[in-house]
C-alpha cells in the first residue's frame, strides 16, 4: 500500500461545478503539500497545510491530522484548472523527504 | 514571487553521454535544493537532496556516481546524468525551500523549475 493515496486518479467536471479531491496518508508527518502539475510538467506549489484550512481564490485545502486525511477543493471550476493535483507529505522530523501521492488529473470541461 | 529557472526544458541525447541540468533561484537564497525524477505516469520521486557547499544526500537506490549533484552557491544546483542509458529517459525537476532567516521550518515554501525532459536514444 502507498504511503499516499489520492482519490480520484482521473476526475473530469463540466465548468462551474464544485471539485474535491481527497488524500489520505499513514505516516506521522510534520506537512502537507497540495502540488499542481500542468501538461507541460511544471510544477506549482499550491498550499502548504500543517493543521486546519486554507483558502487561495477559488482554491481550499483542509487537514485533519487525526484521520491523516487532507482534501483539496476547487470552486466555480474553470477549464484553465485541468492539470494533475499531487498530494505530497512531509515525513515528521524529516530534513526534505517529500512522499507523493500519485496525482489526480483533472480535466474541466467548457 | 520567488521563481526557480531550471534548464533545459528537454534534452534528446546518445547513449553514452552525459547531461547536466541546471536549477537556479533567481531572488531567493537556497541552502537546500531537491532534485525528483518522474517516469511517465508514476509519482514524483525524491532523488537526492542539495546542500550548499556539502555533499548531496542521495536516497535509496540512487546511484550518487551516476546522478553527480553540485551545489556550488546558493543560488545554483546541477544535476549530471553521467553514461546516459535509455533508462534513464525521465522527466527531471528540481525544487527549492525558501527559508526566511529565523522563520520557523514550518513556515517554509516550496518552489519548483519547469523541468527537464531527458530523452536518451
Known amino acids: 500500500k502507498n504511503e499516499v493515496e489520492q482519490s480520484p486518479q482521473n476526475l473530469t467536471a463540466q465548468e462551474g461545478e464544485f471539485i474535491t479531491i481527497n488524500c489520505s496518508y499513514s505516516?506521522?508527518?510534520?506537512?502537507l503539500h497540495w502540488l499542481q502539475q500542468h501538461p507541460g510538467g511544471g510544477i506549482v506549489s499550491l498550499f502548504m497545510?500543517?493543521?486546519g484550512k486554507k483558502k487561495h481564490g477559488r482554491l481550499i485545502a483542509t487537514i485533519n491530522i487525526q484521520e491523516k486525511h487532507s482534501s483539496l477543493h476547487i470552486t466555480a471550476s474553470h477549464p484553465r484548472d485541468s492539470a494533475v493535483y499531487i498530494c505530497?507529505?512531509?515525513?515528521?522530523?524529516?530534513?526534505?523527504?517529500?512522499?507523493f501521492g500519485k496525482g489526480t488529473k483533472l480535466s474541466v470541461k467548457p | 514571487g520567488a521563481v526557480v529557472s531550471q534548464h533545459p526544458s528537454r534534452v534528446i541525447c546518445k547513449s553514452g553521454t552525459s547531461v547536466k541540468i541546471e536549477c537556479r533561484s533567481l531572488d531567493f537564497q537556497a541552502t537546500t535544493m531537491f532534485w525528483y525524477r518522474q517516469f511517465p505516469k508514476q509519482s514524483l520521486m525524491l532523488m537526492a537532496t542539495?546542500?550548499?557547499?556539502?555533499?548531496?544526500?542521495?536516497e535509496q537506490g540512487v546511484e550518487k556516481d551516476k546522478f553527480l549533484i553540485n551545489h556550488a552557491s546558493l543560488t545554483l544546483s546541477t544535476l549530471t546524468v553521467t553514461s546516459a542509458h535509455p533508462e534513464d529517459s525521465s522527466f527531471y525537476i528540481c525544487?527549492?525551500?525558501?527559508?526566511?532567516?529565523?522563520?520557523?521550518?514550518?513556515?517554509?515554501?516550496?518552489?519548483f523549475g519547469s523541468g527537464t525532459q531527458l530523452s536518451v536514444l
Open positions: 497545510l500543517s493543521s
Open positions: 525544487s527549492a525551500r525558501d527559508q526566511a532567516t529565523g522563520g520557523p521550518r514550518l513556515s517554509e515554501k516550496l518552489f
Open positions: 542539495s546542500n550548499e557547499g556539502s555533499k548531496a544526500t542521495y
Open positions: 505516516v506521522g508527518i510534520s506537512a
Open positions: 505530497a507529505v512531509r515525513r515528521g522530523g524529516s530534513q526534505g523527504n517529500l512522499i
